[in-house]
């Protein structure tokens, strides 16, 4: 079954050239964008069953890794695939039903459709990438797709955003490709399998540099602080279903890159003193800036910003443990992000804006809406049972297992966070929700088209505390395959130096 490995990334790939072949034809693009998301959804799922037995691996074109290009598909990319698939297609389907409710006169469809589909192929291919230029290609589609879709419909406001955006996204991108030039240069390779083995080899100094120059061009991505600043004026003024999809999903590629580094090729944990605070400031720092904004988009953005820091605390603190949970809090992040701004799409649409000091009243006169903006709201904020207080346990859990001074600033750190995070939502919610409004609401509606797939990603972020107990098992498993770093490995290099397919001289570097 190892053919389905490239199918997340082919499909979306074929399905946005057919697209743009349809450019008069708004419908049949729209059918083909879901047909093609619902087909890598499919896939993505049977690649977690199967993968859950050990990695699968496909050298593209028959050409053995390390010499050719290597797609694995192991517990961690699985996951990543999984969740990425069902908020991708949530996100469409939102974006389809604004198109039923608004008419198509106007709206750039022909192009975002094929951009859509290639920026879900480049984000697969950065999930199941097995080699670092592999990885960088898919960071570049990323950034292609990433331009145009928030730039949709070309106002001053979304130009000046996408550009700043842009210009960001270009300085990590300059900082990825001279670190893989680098690393090419000292080890002959950029298979991660056997970087894996040679890195350990250089210089402890020459380790360190490549280390800290991979770990801040994925920081920029992942909006770790310092590194953030562009994020909470990027994202907010990009059409709903975009700034959904990138909250959701687009930063968690980053932190997936600094996982799958920091465990495979970089062990050691000579970092992790930093990387602990680096969680710490982002947590606070973040949830410190959303506690001082009146504008529901803006608030959002400096909590995602706030959140990362717990993902980056579990990698930093390189346990069992620690890794579990930061995996878990990924997938649970991504969900209720995405759901979160899906919502406050509809808020401003009933409401007219998204400032909360003119809003209110909405939970009166639009009480479902009020109802799929709590639920994640509460989840995001980690109130009991639901998914982000088990992330956050398990994270706060293995901090203190580590027992290190900083290790107990981190957990008061999250503790704050979270406490933080549940004062800024209740901020909004009164203000938005419960208080009444200074002026009468303007006629906005909320269309069931709309409102359907954004209850739907409520309603899977719900359904991660359902399944809490075996996806921590995965996540589980997942982090000791990690740890251990030999399934990752044997699976690429089947003949210890290299893999299936041809260039028998592969390994011979």
Known sequence: MNWLVPLPVVIPLIAAGLALTQVRRPRLQGLISVVAISTMLVTSIALLVLSDSGPLVVNVGGWAAPVGIALVADRLSALMLVVAAIVLLGVLLYALGQGIADGDEGAPVAVFHPTYLVLSAGVAN???????????????????????????????????????YVVVSLLSSVLFVVAIALIYSATGTLNLAQLSVRLGELDPGVQLVLQVMLLLAFAIKAAVFPLSAW?????????????????????????????????LLFPDGRLDTLLLWAALLTMVVGIVGAVAQEDLKRLLSFTLVSHIGYMIFGIALS??????AAIFYVAHHITVQTALFLVSGLVERRGGTTSLEKLGSLAKYAPALAIIFFVPAMNLAGIPPLSGFLGKLGLLQA????????????????????????????????????????EGLPQ????????????????????????????????????????????????????GDRGEGQSSEAGEG
Request: hydrophobic residues 50%; proline residues 6%; neutral net charge.
């Open 231 to 263: 994020l909470p004026d990027s994202y907010p003024t990009a059409p709903a279903p975009v700034t959904a999809v990138f909250a959701g999903l687009l930063t968690k590629v980053g932190v997936y890159a600094i996982i799958r580094t920091q465990t």
């Open 444 to 495: 906005g509606d909320t269309p069931r088209t709309m409102f359907g797939p954004a209850a739907a990603i409520v309603a899977v972020s719900v359904a991660l505390t359902v399944v809490a107990g075996p996806l921590f098992d995965y996540t589980d498993r997942a982090a000791t395959d990690l740890r251990a770093r030999s399934p990752y490995v044997d699976a690429v290099l089947v003949h």
């Open 319 to 324: 346990s069992q443990a620690g890794l579990a």
């Open 399 to 438: 901090g203190v297992q580590l027992g290190t001074p900083l290790a107990y600033a981190l957990v008061a750190g999250g503790l704050l966070t979270s406490l933080l995070t549940l004062y800024a939502i209740i901020k909004a919610w009164n203000k938005a929700f419960w208080q009444e409004a200074p």
């Open 126 to 164: 950065a999930f199941l990438s097995g080699d670092l230029f592999n990885l960088y290609v898919g960071f570049e589609i990323l950034l292609g797709a990433s331009f145009v879709l928030l730039t949709l419909g070309g106002t001053g406001e979304r130009i000046r955003a996408g550009t700043i």
